[in-house]
T-cell receptor, first 114, second 113 residues
Framework: KAGVTQTPRYLIKTRGQQVTLSCSPI?????VSWYQQTPGQGLQFLFEYFSETQRNKGNFPGRFSGRQFSNSRSEMNVSTLELGDSALYLC?????????????FGSGTRLTVV | AQSVSQHNHHVILSEAASLELGCNYSYGGTVNLFWYVQYPGQHLQLLLK??????LVKGIKGFEAEFIKSKFSFNLRKPSVQWSDTAEYFC???????????FGSGTRLQVQP
């Protein structure tokens, strides 16, 4: 079966702009989580969605937001981009919340803010 | 708050050498434990996971890990590494309270042929 699909793979944006990233989970998976990966901070949890509701949130500013649709696809939005938002953004899907069955990760979207 | 420590940041081994990567966590309650691998240019892949039961867990590609609750450790092992094992390895935990994966900083493994 298809894995977790993230689009686009690469993005270059200018400071102050906003960006929307997309994630399609594995069919049947209802939980979608987002992580930010940077060389300095490593992998950090952004938020988790389940059944179209945000169930858990990490320590990121309000500029980072997301949503989940009825087909479990999720989008992540970052407004007023800063240089420090340059990172690999990873989406992970799971059958249930909180990784009860483990997570499957997508290939990520590499965002560069200039 | 929970945290995960991976003490080895960069490990260089020759092919056929044995591997052990350390992972310690801090959380007093029940946790689920994971090891993920990220090959160059590829996405994170699950190597193995521990939820309960036998503390010695076998994963894919000949990897195994042992959960030692008294030491808050979940070390990854492989008896004989191959060049294709060159990758970055991440230990992660999740507890029912925080309900999100907390990752260690990762260990970069370089296997020399």
């Amino acid at each position: 079966k298809a894995g977790v699909t993230q689009t686009p793979r690469y993005l270059i944006k200018t400071r102050g702009q906003q960006v929307t990233l997309s994630c399609s989970p594995i069919s049947g998976h209802r939980s979608v989580s987002w992580y930010q990966q940077t060389p300095g901070q490593g992998l950090q949890f952004l938020f988790e969605y389940f059944s179209e509701t945000q169930r858990n949130k990490g320590n990121f500013p309000g500029r980072f937001s997301g949503r989940q649709f009825s087909n479990s696809r999720s989008e992540m939005n970052v407004s007023t981009l800063e240089l420090g938002d340059s990172a690999l953004y990873l989406c992970a899907s799971s059958l249930a919340m909180a990784g009860s069955y483990g997570y499957t990760f997508g290939s990520g979207t590499r965002l560069t803010v200039v | 708050a929970q945290s995960v420590s991976q003490h080895n940041h960069h490990v260089i081994l020759s092919e056929a050498a044995s591997l052990e990567l350390g992972c310690n966590y801090s959380y007093g309650g029940t946790v689920n434990l994971f090891w993920y691998v990220q090959y160059p240019g590829q996405h994170l892949q699950l190597l193995l996971k521990y939820f309960s039961g036998d503390p010695l867990v076998k994963g894919i590609k000949g990897f195994e890990a042992e959960f030692i609750k008294s030491k808050f450790s979940f070390n990854l092992r492989k008896p004989s590494v191959q060049w294709s094992d060159t990758a970055e390895y991440f230990c992660a935990i999740i507890n029912t309270g925080r309900r999100a994966l907390t990752f260690g900083s990762g260990t970069r493994l370089q296997v020399q042929p």
